[in-house]
C-alpha cells in the first residue's frame, strides 16, 4: 500500500454522517473518510446482511465487533471475529460478505 497525499489527521468516527448501502439481504451502513488515493470506513452490517456483489476492490479489513463471513468467488469460506482481519488486493481474489448477528469493520482500501 502506498498513501499518497495524506498529511496527518485525525478522524472522529461519530461525526460523520453514515450512509445507507443495501444488500442483496440486510443493510451496511458507512461512516467514509476520502483523502488522496485512501478511503478509510467504519462500517455496521444488521443482522442478515449479505453483499450484493462480488467485489474486486482491495481491502484491509478489521472486524472490530459481531462475526462476519467472507466467501470468496472460489467457494472457500472464512469465518472473522473481533480482532481478526483480512487483506487482499485488487483484482484477486473476489470476495463477498455475510453476517447472521451483525459486525462492525474498519476497513482501509
Known amino acids: 500500500m502506498n498513501i499518497e497525499a495524506v498529511p496527518f489527521c485525525t478522524i472522529d468516527w461519530d461525526t460523520i454522517t453514515p450512509t445507507k448501502h443495501p444488500g442483496e439481504t440486510g443493510e451496511a451502513y458507512w461512516r467514509t473518510f476520502e483523502?488522496?488515493?485512501i478511503r478509510v470506513r467504519?462500517?455496521?452490517?444488521?443482522?442478515?446482511?449479505?453483499?450484493?456483489?462480488?467485489?474486486?476492490?482491495?481491502?484491509?479489513l478489521l472486524v472490530l465487533e459481531g462475526e462476519l463471513i467472507t466467501e470468496l468467488d472460489d467457494g472457500r469460506k472464512f469465518t472473522l471475529t473481533p480482532g481478526t482481519s483480512y487483506q487482499v488486493a485488487n483484482n484477486t481474489n473476489p470476495h463477498r460478505s455475510y453476517t447472521k448477528t451483525g459486525a462492525k469493520l474498519f476497513i482501509v482500501d
Open 35 to 37: 483523502m488522496g488515493n
Open 42 to 60: 467504519m462500517v455496521e452490517y444488521t443482522p442478515g446482511y449479505l453483499a450484493n456483489h462480488w467485489c474486486s476492490r482491495g481491502h484491509v
